[in-house]
T-cell receptor, first 117, second 111 residues
Framework: GAVVSQHPSRVICKSGTSVKIECRSLDFQATTMFWYRQFPKQSLMLMATSNEGSKATYEQGVEKDKFLINHASLTLSTLTVTSAHPEDSSFYIC?????????????FGPGTRLTVL | DAKTTQPPSMDCAEGRAANLPCNHSTISGNEYVYWYRQIHSQGPQYIIHGLKNNETNEMASLIITEDRKSSTLILPHATLRDTAVYYCIVRVNFGNEKLTFGTGTRLTIIP
């Protein structure tokens, strides 16, 4: 099956710093990638939809200037959490939809656990 | 608005069939039923999807009622590795339709 990777898998940073998370589709091209956030004991919440070569579409309540998304190629999307604060500590998960796939399946990455001190 | 309702938790004995119900009474004619699961601290994993016919793959079976208002995911021989949160999602099957995750069912397989 299609594989999506995320890097890093775990990151700890100081409050006020920025953190970049990479999402890669390893064996397929993804026109669209999605970014989710999951707090402990809660479900996944979609943050934004990332389209290759265009601006991301953010969900209501998600600050686009704080969560910068870049989808510069068909295999890579990045999420940068700018000026991170402890309340940004969460599990960040990306998914990728295969371009021209036979059906609309999303493949998920393993997640990145961000801890802001 | 939640499109699906699932029991918050279920237990199942190892080796037995696990039957996970999902209600989706407001499902539209062009919406599919998808099932994903999330093992602790991992990304969700696709299991199966269907429109109106029952479906089976190497992981599970999906039984959809004739009126399509509910469905059941069946894991035929549950193992300890099937312990996870199972999400039932309805969505159309084209374009960039996003996945909206509800609270899911936390399935615990008991030795």
């Amino acid at each position: 099956g299609a594989v999506v990777s995320q890097h890093p898998s775990r990151v700890i940073c100081k409050s006020g710093t920025s953190v970049k998370i990479e999402c890669r589709s390893l064996d397929f091209q993804a026109t669209t990638m999605f970014w989710y956030r999951q707090f402990p004991k809660q479900s996944l919440m979609l943050m934004a939809t990332s389209n290759e070569g265009s601006k991301a579409t953010y969900e209501q309540g998600v600050e686009k200037d704080k969560f910068l998304i870049n989808h510069a190629s068909l295999t890579l999307s990045t999420l940068t959490v700018t000026s991170a604060h402890p309340e940004d500590s969460s599990f960040y998960i990306c998914s990728a939809r295969e371009s021209g796939g036979s059906y609309n399946e999303q493949f998920f990455g393993p997640g990145t656990r961000l801890t802001v001190l | 608005d939640a499109k699906t309702t699932q029991p918050p938790s279920m237990d199942c004995a190892e080796g037995r069939a696990a039957n996970l119900p999902c209600n989706h009474s407001t499902i539209s004619g062009n919406e599919y039923v998808y099932w994903y699961r999330q093992i602790h601290s991992q990304g969700p994993q696709y299991i199966i999807h269907g429109l109106k016919n029952n479906e089976t793959n190497e992981m599970a079976s999906l039984i959809i009622t004739e009126d399509r208002k509910s469905s059941t995911l069946i894991l035929p021989h549950a193992t300890l590795r099937d312990t996870a949160v199972y999400y039932c999602i309805v969505r159309v099957n084209f374009g960039n339709e996003k996945l909206t995750f509800g609270t899911g069912t936390r399935l615990t397989i008991i030795p």
